[in-house]
């Protein structure tokens, strides 16, 4: 398989870059909201490995949204990073969905973790200004 040229993997590069200044983003501000690291590390391995996916399970079982599970935050990073906007028909596609958890685009997956990180980072900044600083 050829390398892609640097035109084609530079927005990969940026969404990943900016899915990773997210994370510390939402890592720093979950810390100042539990005011426990060692809680806010497990929020953050188990959130989007098992929470995220339970909760999508049973808001698409619930609410028979099918397309509400991909709006989660870290199913639409999987999404972004993907870089894959359509993955086609079949069982390829299939898997490729289930192992994403979003039919999301790359941009708009980007776009949704985005807008929960500043959601997130508003609520630590707010509880860590009313409580800690002076």
Do not use: K
């Not at 969404?15 to 994370?23: K, N, P, T």
């Not at 993955?87 to 776009?111: H, I, K, N, V, Y």
């Amino acid at each position: 398989m050829p390398q892609p040229a640097w035109g084609e993997a530079l927005p990969a590069l940026w969404r990943f870059a900016l899915v990773m200044a997210c994370w510390a983003v939402i890592a720093a501000s979950l810390a100042s909201l539990v005011r426990n690291r060692t809680a806010a590390v497990l929020v953050l391995v188990l959130w989007p490995l098992i929470i995220e996916r339970a909760i999508g399970l049973l808001l698409s079982r619930l609410l028979s949204a099918d397309a509400l599970p991909g709006l989660l935050p870290f199913a639409a990073a999987r999404a972004a990073m993907s870089g894959t906007s359509d993955p086609g028909e079949g069982t390829d596609a299939a898997l490729t969905q289930t192992l994403l958890g979003s039919g999301l685009g790359p941009w708009t997956g980007l776009a949704v973790h985005v807008v929960f990180t500043f959601a997130i980072g508003a609520a630590g900044a707010w509880h860590y200004c009313r409580r800690d600083a002076p």
